[in-house]
């Protein structure tokens, strides 16, 4: 089964879903998913719309009382030392970037807490950019999928990924095989990933 028919499959079982992190806008996006780090979206989104309510914009974050934020997080993993970056990254963007996302990785890898990980995720959800963020996800369908070997690394992972798949498809592919690992390829579930996925070509008469 070639990496398109992949796609394919998983398009028509994912129509036009998007990620499951809540944000308006990139700078939403980008200190939401530096607060997904060993926690799940749906904790925080509990937390960010109070957090964006108090502190809606990079200049707004900057200059807040880190107590104040904690507060607010205090709900998820690791809430001080997250706090600690999403303001240090708030007064970068201020600093540094007239108090925008920036549009590309190396300039996003250069804010607090903004690893390859975090910039691709904003650069192809919160901009449509071509990027393949690897997770825990990804990395295990991957694998599962033999579009990656079992000993490679993230990044070897990412750099196979974005060889074997359009580069038009990047972004999209991204969300895809992260909601196939998430919700049927899991790492409970050892069932062979290309028999999940035969059922699914099947369900929707591919």
């Not at 129509?15 to 799940?40: R, W």
């Not at 950019?129 to 990044?155: F, G, M, N, Q, Y």
């Not at 909601?179 to 049927?184: A, P, Q, S, T, V």
């Amino acid at each position: 089964m070639d990496v398109n028919m992949i796609l394919d499959i998983l398009e028509a079982e994912f129509p036009e879903k998007q990620g499951e992190l809540d944000y308006k806008n990139p700078f939403e996006l980008l200190i939401a998913v530096a607060l997904s780090a060993q926690t799940t979206d749906a904790a925080v989104n509990k937390v960010t719309p109070g957090l964006f309510e108090r502190y809606p914009t990079p200049q707004a974050l900057a200059k807040a009382n880190p107590e104040d934020v904690e507060a607010l997080i205090s709900k998820i993993g690791l809430y001080r030392n997250k706090t600690k970056f999403i303001i240090a990254c708030s007064q970068m963007l201020v600093e540094d970037f007239n108090g925008e996302v920036p549009q590309n990785r190396k300039a996003l890898m250069t804010l607090p807490g903004v690893g390859r990980k975090t910039a691709n995720v904003v650069l192809s959800e919160g901009f449509g950019l071509p990027a393949i963020a690897v997770d825990t996800h990804i990395e295990r369908v991957a694998k599962r999928l033999k579009l990656a070997k079992p000993d490679d690394s993230v990044l070897k992972v990412e750099e196979k990924l974005m060889r074997k798949i359009p580069r038009e498809r990047w972004a999209r592919a991204h969300l895809l095989l992260l909601l196939f690992g998430r919700y049927y390829s899991t790492a409970r579930n050892h069932q062979d990933a290309f028999e999940i996925l035969e059922a699914l070509k099947e369900k929707h008469n591919l």
